[in-house]
């Protein structure tokens, strides 16, 4: 069965550093996300990428933040300089045209930021 | 944006029903309300979708009134690999979660 695929599985940064943050889709998706959640929350929406461009966003996506899909397969999160507070497990989902929410997500990148 | 509220925790007994309601008191018109479960250490599986009244597949079922504003997932005869966190999923955004613990 076709997944989707996340690494690192964690990455440790120091405050300030970049980080990214690497995806692989499941290959005929068209609709990708981004998704992070602290540890003991709920899982928080970051950002929706469709056709090459970004599709929607919340409001903790910020100007640190960026996504890419720099070739056909991979689909990317950047964060610019990380601080204390972006330290969560950080979610890639892909969704199929036509599957309405019906997402499928990776198993994650623990990000801990020191 | 659609705003859910969901029990923090539900406990069960092996081969029960269990039924998780989720509000979404201002739910637009074309949304859909899906669930999905989470694992520790895993991201979330979807589980069901539905847009109104009454969706069933091999694991569960999804009870939508008339107006929309709440959900009610229900799952046939838990066992204890179903205890887990079941998130309601609206407009983009997940519920605060309910954690299901079925107890032998």
């Known amino acids: 069965e076709p997944e989707v695929t996340q690494t690192p599985s964690h990455q440790v940064t120091q405050m300030g550093q970049e980080v990214i943050l690497r995806c692989v889709p499941i290959s005929n998706h068209l609709y990708f996300y981004w998704y992070r959640q602290i540890l003991g929350q709920k899982v928080e929406f970051l950002v929706s990428f469709y056709n090459n461009e970004i599709s929607e966003k919340s409001e903790i996506f910020d100007d640190q933040f960026s996504v890419e899909r720099p070739d056909g397969s991979n689909f990317t999160l950047k964060i610019r300089s990380t601080k204390l507070e972006d330290s969560a497990m950080y979610f890639c989902?892909?969704?199929?045209?036509?599957?309405?929410?019906?997402?499928?997500f990776g198993p994650g990148t623990r990000l801990t930021v020191l | 944006l659609a705003k859910t509220t969901q029990p923090i925790s539900m406990d069960s007994y092996e081969g029960q029903e269990v039924n998780i309601t989720c509000s979404h008191n201002n739910i637009a018109t074309n949304d859909y309300i899906t669930w999905y479960q989470q694992f520790p250490s895993q991201g979330p599986r979807f589980i069901i979708q539905?847009?109104?009244t009454k969706v069933t597949n091999e694991v569960a079922s999804l009870f939508i009134p008339a107006d929309r504003k709440s959900s009610t997932l229900s799952l046939p005869r838990v066992s204890l690999s179903d205890t887990a966190v079941y998130y309601c999923?609206?407009?983009?955004?997940f519920g605060a979660g309910t954690r299901l613990t079925v107890k032998p």
């Open positions: 539905g847009y109104k």
């Open positions: 989902a892909s969704l199929n045209e036509g599957a309405e929410n019906e997402q499928f």
């Open positions: 999923f609206v407009d983009m955004r």
